[in-house]
């Protein structure tokens, strides 16, 4: 009688495979820093290409110069090709995952994959919030510094009352230097002009 043999395999504990989900994470988090995106009020404008190559990857495609390529063509579309650092960015996201899905057990594959696409989702959503808060400062900052008090500042816009530390920031298209632009819409102007950003109302300026 033949005694049956019986093979005992670890389990695989998929929190081993984070430290290189970080990795790809902060990588594809860079490469998106420097893609141009119609809008990234929806999660799918946000991810731009990186959410191609994902849903690329889920569906089998695992070969890396082909995701490459296909990242680059998918950016194209936006009107502007990489940069040397987005693509060493991208390089190194693509290959950290297909490497990292070499070694995972392929029944925790989507698992893996479900960590990288929402772990990313917050990062750039992180990043994005970090990011408006700065401008807002900025925003604060530039006011604080031309009307000195709260007293000035709500003469020249013609509020009852005003403070410096619960200004919001301004959406561009709020400036203006037009004929009959208040004080407020000439500031808004000037600061995204300081920023490097044009206001759209100039045409109509004196």
């Not at 995106?37 to 999660?43: F, G, I, L, M, N």
């Not at 007293?151 to 919001?168: G, K, P, Q, R, V």
């Amino acid at each position: 009688m033949r005694i049956p043999i019986t093979v005992q395999s670890d389990p695989f504990n998929i929190e081993t495979a984070q430290p290189a989900i970080d990795t790809a994470r902060h990588a594809f988090a860079d490469y998106l820093e420097q893609v141009p995106r119609k809008s990234t009020k929806s999660k799918h404008g946000l991810m731009g290409p990186v959410g191609k190559i994902l849903s690329e990857i889920k569906s089998g495609r695992r070969d890396p110069e082909s995701l490459k390529g296909y990242a680059i063509r998918v950016q194209e579309t936006s009107g502007r090709g990489p940069s040397a650092p987005s693509m060493e960015n991208l390089e190194n996201g693509i290959d950290t995952v297909v490497k990292l899905l070499n070694n995972v057990p392929l029944p925790f594959h989507d698992r893996v994959l479900d960590r990288l696409d929402y772990g990313l989702y917050y990062e750039l959503r992180k990043r994005q919030a970090a990011s408006k808060e700065a401008r807002r400062q900025a925003w604060i900052g530039y006011i604080r510094e031309k009307y000195r008090t709260a007293e000035a500042l709500a003469l020249a816009w013609d509020e009852a009352t005003i403070s410096f530390e619960e200004l919001y920031l301004p959406r561009k298209d709020e400036g203006a230097r037009t004929k009959k632009a208040t004080a407020r819409q000439r500031d808004i102007a000037d600061f995204w002009e300081s920023q490097g950003v044009s206001t759209l109302a100039e045409e109509e300026q004196e």
